[in-house]
């Protein structure tokens, strides 16, 4: 029997409708293919009144269901009309009479099911004006959710962060010559997500104005005009325990009541990166619920694609933990309501003298498989280990990753990371060896290890973690009053000069939005363009704007913006392509052949690394994006400026030796190491260059590279702690900070190395993220000499950076003690949860142990005593 045809023995109390049906059933040429084919198969005439038939048909069912739930009716049926004998006979049963149910060694009980309708449109439904039938409600329906009253209206809001009016977009635009078809795309924004912000309103790169500046860029160019926007809607807790955990379900849902008032900063500085206010359990609900609506829309057919802008973020969201600015796991709670709930209608039967006969169908969405993408520039940790043993999810996230040093900094985004037992081979993680990536290395990774996979996965939709913290930043001109040519120390009055804006705070990538709508379009080839958007990450309010304007622009014109991409991959790029392939290839057989060789040398230089320094976490500041042949650029602007040397976004001055530096190498200070740096082969690292066990990165050295001239210990009243997520040098773990406040109840061992003040300038350059300008000096004769009577200095080119802050200890032998590490302010913040205190890794503090062993100040056992104390008691 084919998918065309189905024979169904049914009975009824007339002998015409008693007669064996066999119906032909076509659903290409009829939308409501089962309605009409059991209708059609059972007939119409002498319907006693006492037997019914109950449908509630969702609104859109595929063709492969609709086969599937025949074939359930069918079994059902036969198995009620079907000898319960084999003896090769063909003794079919004989139709009983009325009332009279007859069973015997031959023959099974001949079941006769009979329908009532409760109206002439029902039956008109199911016999020829279903089709108009069902578009009327789907477009009352539709009338409805964009609150339509007294007809259609086609304004919007005005442009201030307030929900767009919505708008009626058709599926068919009439030109002159022909029909063109118009892919309906939903966008869902809510304001309400913007309750979720720090408590004391203090600066966070996850703020309100990220989803504000993003619809306000799409309503300045008119794109709810051209969609289907809807309605933000809160999750129900059934959905997100799919995921999460009951503790943590119960946690998120009542963290903002006024019963946690006084413990919600607690709380939340028990988590890794997270905040929490009285919005927070809102928002959390409204961002979790909103990626469920667009995404059961687009599954059941109503739109073909839709984005959710929304946040709080959720894919760092573990199970039974919040981090990384995540509550919920908004993807995951989507993909598995899409997985696991189905609508259900049920089919209620009788028997005239039997009892009530229940047949339950579930005609699923069609949904059997999703493609979850993570383009976040963060590995989507929480999405990984909730679909990790899970075959019908294919997951797979490209990111900044620098051998687990990178955030969420562990080994979890590694691309040895495949899944495990049903799983494994579905789970794909390709990680950056280092930043600046850009288009022409994430199109690679689409070429060669994603379309690859995704023809063979063939999914039924893809859902898109869309963070844009990868993004550059934005090419502009601005104008310079003055400008020191420092080689030749002349000046340029009011030049312009051309300057790239920063990029993402967070990110470290070069991914334009060019870049992103041809990621975005090169994955609209498949699932027929199901695709469910979710944004994620971004925190440079330009770059994000522009590109979800580029990705809506994908959706709705399926085809991506303007734009150029030459550049080559870098030679890691390919590295990790091919390393990813080798790992998956035993399970998707398109990624076992060798990349010719051709094509892998074809490959840009290599990034320029910045310092190797503790300073560097997720937090840290990546330096501007510097124009290739930039010399050339500013030729044309004004000759001068192309005799500069530029590094890193720094104009620097090519001299074998600043005068600085000459005048601070006469100079001596006593500089008081409290952490690593009380090893003694750690700290010459800093001043010689190299690395010890542990580190994960090299440090450069200083300048001049003669070692300390002494090195002699001593204790201060001082607090020890350790903080921080992660650092380049030492990956995860907490490193070492002194509170520069005294108190005569602390005690904390400094070693004291006697160095010049030139290469102190070259350590603290070192221990922040600066780049290897040598021309400068961070603390000089004159901040030396008034640090006695300030304390602390703050040095400004390092402000935003984690050992900014200089402090006078004191004299020996009547020499300057400076120590580096936190501000005041920033010590508040690890105080109150703001920033993150960890312990440290074994590697990291066994320097410390050692560096105070072999010092001769403490045991194994008081020195292990001493770090433990430091990282568990509370500041």
């Given at each position: 029997m084919n998918k065309g045809q189905r024979n169904f023995r049914l009975g009824s109390g007339n002998k015409k409708a008693m007669k064996e049906k066999k119906v032909k059933f076509d659903n290409s040429s009829n939308p409501v293919g089962s309605a009409v084919s059991i209708s059609s198969a059972i007939g119409l005439a002498s319907i006693p009144s006492h037997n019914f038939l109950k449908f509630q048909f969702p609104t859109c069912i595929s063709e492969k269901s609709l086969v599937k739930d025949e074939e359930k009716a069918e079994?059902?049926?036969?198995?009620?009309?079907?000898?319960?004998?084999?003896?090769?006979?063909?003794?079919?049963?004989?139709?009983?009479?009325?009332?009279?149910?007859?069973?015997?060694?031959?023959?099974?009980?001949?079941?006769?099911?009979e329908i009532v309708f409760f109206s002439i449109q029902f039956y008109k439904f199911i016999t020829g004006f279903a089709f108009s039938a069902s578009k009327e409600r789907e477009r009352a329906t539709k009338d409805a959710e964009e609150g339509i009253e007294g007809g259609r209206k086609d304004d919007a809001e005005e442009v201030g962060g307030k929900r767009g009016t919505r708008t009626n977009t058709n599926m068919e635009v009439e030109s002159s010559e022909s029909k063109t078809i118009k892919r309906r795309v939903g966008l869902l924004y809510d304001d309400r997500m913007c309750k979720h912000h720090t408590p004391d309103g203090d600066h966070h790169p996850e703020n309100p104005y990220r989803i504000k500046a993003i619809w306000n860029k799409l309503q300045k160019a008119g794109i709810p005009r051209r969609c289907v926007v809807l309605n933000a809607k809160e999750a129900e807790d059934k959905y997100i325990l799919s995921v999460h955990s009951k503790n943590h379900v119960n946690l998120i849902r009542n963290v903002s009541t006024k019963q946690f008032d006084l413990r919600r900063n607690r709380i939340a500085s028990n988590f890794n990166s997270i905040y929490l206010n009285e919005g927070s359990s809102e928002a959390a609900y409204l961002a979790a619920g909103s990626v469920i609506e667009v995404a059961d829309r687009v599954a059941k057919g109503e739109l073909n694609s839709a984005f959710a802008v929304v946040r709080?973020?959720?894919?760092?969201?573990?199970?039974?933990?919040?981090?990384?600015?995540?509550?919920?796991?908004?993807?995951?709670?989507?993909?598995?309501?899409?997985?696991?709930?189905?609508?259900?209608?049920?089919?209620?039967?009788?028997?005239?003298?039997?009892?009530?006969?229940?047949?339950?169908?579930?005609?699923?969405?069609?949904?059997?498989?999703?493609?979850?993408?993570?383009?976040?520039?963060h590995h989507g940790n929480g999405t990984q280990k909730m679909f990790w043993k899970d075959p019908r999810v294919l997951f797979f996230s490209v990111h900044r990753h620098e051998f687990g040093t990178f955030y969420p900094a562990n080994d979890d985004g590694f691309y040895t990371m495949i899944g495990e037992g049903p799983g494994a081979g579905y789970n794909i993680n390709v990680p950056w060896?280092?930043?600046?990536?850009?288009?022409?290395?994430?199109?690679?990774?689409?070429?060669?290890?994603?379309?690859?996979?995704?023809?063979?996965?063939?999914?039924?939709?893809?859902?898109?973690?869309?963070?844009?913290?990868?993004?550059?930043?934005?090419?502009?001109?601005?104008?310079?009053?003055?400008?020191?040519?420092?080689?030749?120390?002349?000046?340029?009055?009011?030049?312009?000069?051309?300057?790239?804006?920063?990029?993402?705070?967070?990110?470290?990538?070069?991914?334009?939005?060019?870049?992103?709508?041809?990621?975005?379009?090169?994955?609209?080839?498949?699932?027929?363009?199901?695709?469910?958007?979710?944004?994620?990450?971004?925190?440079?309010?330009?770059?994000?704007?522009?590109?979800?304007?580029?990705?809506?622009?994908?959706?709705?014109?399926?085809?991506?913006?303007?734009?150029?991409?030459?550049?080559?991959?870098?030679?890691?790029?390919?590295?990790?392509?091919?390393?990813v392939r080798h790992k998956l290839s035993a399970f998707w057989p398109t990624l076992a052949d060798e990349l010719p060789t051709k094509l892998t040398s074809q490959k840009a230089p290599p990034p320029h690394m910045i310092s190797s320094s503790d300073s560097e976490d997720e937090y840290e500041k990546t330096p501007d994006v510097v124009l290739e042949n930039l010399e050339a650029v500013l030729q044309d602007v004004i000759e001068p400026l192309s005799k500069l040397k530029v590094e890193d976004g720094h104009a620097i001055v090519a001299t074998e030796s600043a005068p600085w530096r000459s005048e601070l190498s006469k100079?001596?200070?006593?500089?008081?190491?409290?952490?690593?740096?009380?090893?003694?082969?750690?700290?010459?690292?800093?001043?010689?260059?190299?690395?010890?066990?542990?580190?994960?990165?090299?440090?450069?050295?200083?300048?001049?590279?003669?070692?300390?001239?002494?090195?002699?210990?001593?204790?201060?009243?001082?607090?020890?702690?350790?903080?921080?997520?992660?650092?380049?040098?030492?990956?995860?773990?907490?490193?070492?900070?002194?509170?520069?406040?005294?108190?005569?109840?602390?005690?904390?061992?400094?070693?004291?190395?006697?160095?010049?003040?030139?290469?102190?300038?070259?350590?603290?350059?070192?221990?922040?993220?600066?780049?290897?300008?040598?021309?400068?000096?961070?603390?000089?004769?004159?901040?030396?000499?008034?640090?006695?009577?300030?304390?602390?200095?703050?040095?400004?080119?390092l402000k935003k950076d984690w050992y900014h802050n200089v402090v006078y200890l004191g004299k020996e032998r009547n020499i300057p003690i400076l120590t580096i590490t936190c501000s005041p302010l920033d010590f508040e913040r690890f105080k109150s949860g703001e920033f993150p205190l960890r312990v440290p890794a074994v590697e990291y503090a066994n320097t410390l142990i050692r560096g105070l062993v072999e010092g001769e100040q403490l045991s194994e056992k008081e020195a292990m005593a001493y770090i433990h104390e430091a990282s568990t008691k509370k500041l």
């Open positions: 079994r059902f049926v036969k198995k009620q009309t079907t000898p319960n004998h084999d003896d090769g006979t063909d003794n079919a049963c004989k139709p009983p009479k009325p009332g009279v149910p007859k069973v015997g060694k031959n023959c099974s009980l001949f079941i006769e099911i709080p973020p959720g894919h760092h969201a573990e199970q039974d933990e919040a981090m990384g600015f995540c509550l919920y796991n908004n993807v995951a709670i989507a993909a598995s309501f899409l997985l696991n709930e189905r609508p259900m209608f049920l089919l209620f039967s009788s028997v005239l003298t039997t009892p009530l006969l229940i047949c339950i169908l579930q005609p699923e969405l069609g949904i059997n498989k999703i493609l979850i993408v993570d383009w976040d520039v060896e280092n930043g600046r990536c850009g288009d022409a290395d994430y199109l690679a990774v689409w070429d060669h290890i994603l379309l690859p996979v995704a023809k063979e996965f063939v999914p039924d939709i893809i859902i898109v973690s869309a963070g844009f913290d990868a993004v550059v930043g934005t090419l502009m001109l601005k104008q310079v009053h003055t400008f020191f040519l420092m080689n030749k120390m002349h000046k340029i009055h009011n030049s312009v000069i051309l300057e790239t804006a920063a990029g993402d705070p967070l990110g470290g990538c070069r991914v334009t939005p060019y870049g992103y709508s041809v990621m975005l379009n090169k994955l609209m080839g498949f699932a027929q363009g199901k695709i469910v958007l979710a944004l994620e990450g971004g925190y440079n309010l330009e770059s994000i704007s522009n590109s979800v304007l580029a990705c809506m622009e994908v959706l709705l014109e399926h085809k991506p913006i303007s734009g150029s991409s030459e550049a080559y991959p870098f030679e890691s790029t390919w590295r990790v392509i091919q390393a100079v001596d200070v006593w500089y008081a190491s409290f952490g690593s740096n009380m090893w003694k082969p750690r700290f010459l690292c800093y001043i010689q260059g190299g690395q010890v066990e542990g580190m994960k990165k090299a440090c450069s050295g200083s300048m001049d590279r003669n070692p300390p001239k002494e090195t002699l210990w001593k204790t201060f009243p001082h607090r020890l702690f350790f903080g921080r997520n992660s650092t380049r040098t030492w990956g995860p773990g907490g490193v070492a900070f002194l509170n520069p406040e005294s108190n005569v109840q602390e005690k904390a061992y400094l070693c004291l190395n006697r160095i010049t003040l030139e290469q102190f300038n070259d350590v603290l350059r070192q221990e922040n993220v600066a780049t290897d300008e040598k021309d400068f000096p961070f603390l000089d004769i004159t901040a030396l000499n008034s640090s006695a009577d300030k304390k602390s200095i703050s040095v400004e080119a």
